[in-house]
């Protein structure tokens, strides 16, 4: 069964850090891409990051120097370190798996995170 | 960037009704090499993540119901849900996957008549 789980979420103060990790089972994580989506509360998505399986990283730009995606394929799993929070970084993060067309066909459950003074 | 805007913000729709939604992306998401376009449609039903229905505009996703199809090309597409369904109830995005940052519209809320 295809499954990505995520964690690391939490209440954060503004400037504050977390890492969130999200791993994956039930297919070839080494070969997959790999991206993180947001969701503010009661908000629409936002694509956040893409972690290409060659090393390449892509970011939105209001995250770029403080978000920083990585992965281990040797423990399936994907992260993204969150540094210089801001409030309006808080939202539902979600990873997901790439479909082959740069779609999502597998996401995660979500892990919260909460920028508040 | 890619500004995807969708129409209507939301819609009710009787129960075996057809039900439209629209998307518009401000510049072509068409790749010339391969001629596809790179447009993708997910459903989110609350409290759960989102689901890909359909990718590059038409191609159904495996499992997905053949009541839901995709269509258009260049900048213009329509996700058409073919005679509504009461489990169908969510909020529908289209996201373009054909340049970074891969920008959603902002949802359409499906709702019954």
């Known amino acids: 069964q295809v499954q990505l789980v995520e964690s690391g979420g939490g209440v954060v103060q503004p400037g504050g850090s977390l890492r969130l990790s999200c791993v994956a089972s039930g297919f070839t994580f080494s070969s997959s891409a790999l991206y993180w989506v947001r969701q503010a509360p009661g908000k629409g998505l936002e694509w956040v990051a893409l972690?290409?399986?060659?090393?390449?990283?892509y970011y939105l730009d209001s995250v770029k120097g403080r978000f920083t995606g990585s992965r281990d394929n040797s423990k399936n799993t994907l992260y993204l370190q969150l540094n210089s929070l801001r409030t309006e970084d808080t939202a539902l993060y979600y990873c997901?798996?790439?479909?082959?067309?740069?779609?999502?066909?597998?996401w995660g459950q979500g892990t919260p995170v909460t920028v508040s003074s | 960037d890619i500004v995807m805007t969708q129409s209507p913000d939301s819609l009710a729709v009787s129960l075996g009704e057809r039900a439209t939604i629209n998307c518009r992306s401000s510049?072509?998401?068409?790749?010339?090499?391969?001629?596809?376009?790179?447009l993708a449609w997910y459903q989110q039903k609350p409290g759960q993540p989102p689901r890909l229905l359909i990718y590059w505009a038409s191609t159904r996703e495996s499992g997905v119901p053949d009541r839901f199809s995709g269509s258009g090309s260049g900048t213009d597409f329509t996700l058409t849900i073919s005679t509504l369904q009461a489990e169908d109830v969510a909020v529908y995005y289209c996201q373009q996957h054909y340049t970074t940052p891969y920008t959603f519209g902002r949802g359409t809320k499906l709702e019954i008549k």
């Open positions: 972690i290409h399986f060659d090393g390449n990283k």
């Open positions: 510049q072509t998401i068409l790749y010339d090499s391969n001629n596809m376009d790179y």
């Open positions: 997901a798996k790439d479909a082959g067309a740069f779609a999502m066909d597998v």
